[in-house]
């Protein structure tokens, strides 16, 4: 099955997707709820060929996306029901902005769980070309080779991403403060990429506030394996069902995920 979700992802990126990619026509983008939550029909397309394909493939899972979500055709408390088989949660274009602008730096992302937990995680590449994996308890991989996050430990030298055009103003003034001995910097509006950065050991953090599922799910899975660390700002786990409320924040190690929360995070009120 594995690799045949694979080639299902990769067929989708290159016969829906690539073809698109900085050849979108004006009426082919539209806007959601304003104007940079953009969806294309590359998005529609694409997530539409990834439901048919994988339900072909496993007959008895649920396939939900981004964008059948957003419209309504499915709420996450549905997923609860089917939960004793596959549900897929995928991401047809994420950095979909990104991909209207003609940037590289977005991926498809797909995450598998069962019985409301994340067992396998891909984010392809599709400019680059590369596939990255991962399965519960079994370690992550980008086009067969083993990836590993970054060792870096002291304050001074760790490197990561926040979230601060998404935050409210005084919240922006607190990290701002608080980050001084960080090379932090503002979102990529990628979460894939992030992810992929934390769990290639290029960057060592990433820090969100927006909890979609989508956009989460198969990152932390897949950093996790690198060897990362991830929880909500108020400590608990990142799952399907526990996807509300405050940030999540993925680290290196969880001695680093500690010091990140002790200096950013503990003095908010995230209630």
Known sequence: MDKRINDIIIECAETIVLPRWRNLAEHEVQSKTGPQDLVTIADIEAEYFLQDQIVKLIPDALVAGEESISRGEYKISDLDAHRDRPVFIVDPIDGT???VKGSPVFAIMVAMLVNEECQAAWIYDPVAEAMTEAHKGEGAFTNGQSISVSAATSDDQLSGYTSLRYMKRD????????SQALNMRDSISCAAHMYLDVAHGREDFTLF?????????????ICQEAGAYAAKWDKA????MNAKGAGVLTANSEKTWNSLHNMLISNLDIS
Not at 171 to 178: C, D, E, I, R, T
Not at 237 to 240: C, D, E
Request: glycine content about 4%.
């Open 97 to 99: 902005n990104n991909f």
């Open 171 to 178: 919240m922006q003034k607190h990290f701002l403060a608080n």
């Open 209 to 221: 506030t927006r909890l979609k599922p989508w956009d989460h799910l198969p990152g932390v899975l």
């Open 237 to 240: 786990p990142y799952t399907i």
